[in-house]
């Protein structure tokens, strides 16, 4: 079974800043994704990012990046000149990848609040 | 395109009753699956539906059941509510294709008294 780890509950940044949130996960599995959701408080959980762990380069999407340490099973998200909009919880997930059909089942980490002050 | 649409978004049930909730996936994905979000125990897995089929599921009583019709539309059904099945609960569609990327719903937001 697979575990993931986000240890900090809650963060706060001030706008403009760099702030990164850790993840760690645990898992036997060779092939996967790992993701980075965003859930505003409107509740819709939004996909950040996107790491597929046969891929050495870190996933980086405008101003969100990635840390991906696949030996030491770390996936952290770093915001760049954080937003007003940036306010949010942010969970990290992971999905074992199947060559065949389709999986959908996500492990999720508790989450962090990450807070961008004016 | 539309987005994945839950109904209801907020409905409130006593202990014992049953509760039904509808998912309509975006045009095109195939797969549906369901996560219960509760502030203890996080958002967990509990199951998955492809062209009809229960493809994975998670470590949740019998209590909860699923289903997906023929247009990609999914229910989930919990009988004989208890307190703590209190919870969002959130459904997610994708293509299936195993890339991995899945479109939330905002949630069906279930109070048990």
């Known amino acids: 079974a697979q575990t993931v780890t986000q240890s900090q509950p809650e963060m706060s940044v001030q706008e403009a800043e760099t702030v990164t949130l850790s993840c760690t996960y645990d898992t036997s599995e060779s092939n996967y994704y790992l993701f980075w959701y965003k859930q505003p408080p409107s509740r819709q959980m939004i996909l950040v990012i996107r790491?597929?762990?046969?891929?050495?380069q870190n996933a980086t999407e405008n101003r969100f990046s990635v840390n991906f340490q696949k030996a030491a099973k770390s996936f952290s998200l770093k915001i760049s000149d954080s937003q007003l909009g940036d306010t949010a919880m942010y969970f990290c997930?992971?999905?074992?990848?199947?060559?065949?059909?389709?999986?959908?089942?996500?492990?999720f980490g508790k989450g962090i609040t990450l807070s961008v002050r004016p | 395109k539309a987005g994945v649409t839950q109904t209801p978004r907020y409905l409130i049930k006593t202990r014992g009753q049953q509760v039904t909730l509808s998912c309509s996936p975006i045009s095109g994905h195939r797969s549906v699956s369901w996560y219960q979000q509760t502030p203890g125990q996080g958002l967990q897995f509990l199951f998955e539906?492809?062209?009809?089929?229960?493809?994975n599921k998670g470590n949740f009583p019998g209590r909860f059941s699923g289903r997906q019709f023929s247009n990609s539309r999914s229910e989930m059904n919990v009988s004989t509510l208890e307190l703590g099945d209190s919870a969002l609960y959130l459904c997610a569609s994708s293509t299936g294709d195993g890339t991995g990327e899945l479109f939330f719903g905002e949630g069906s937001r279930l109070t048990v008294l």
């Open positions: 790491q597929e762990a046969y891929k050495q």
């Open positions: 997930a992971f999905m074992k990848h199947v060559r065949t059909g389709a999986n959908s089942k996500l492990t």
């Open positions: 539906y492809f062209s009809e089929t229960q493809r």
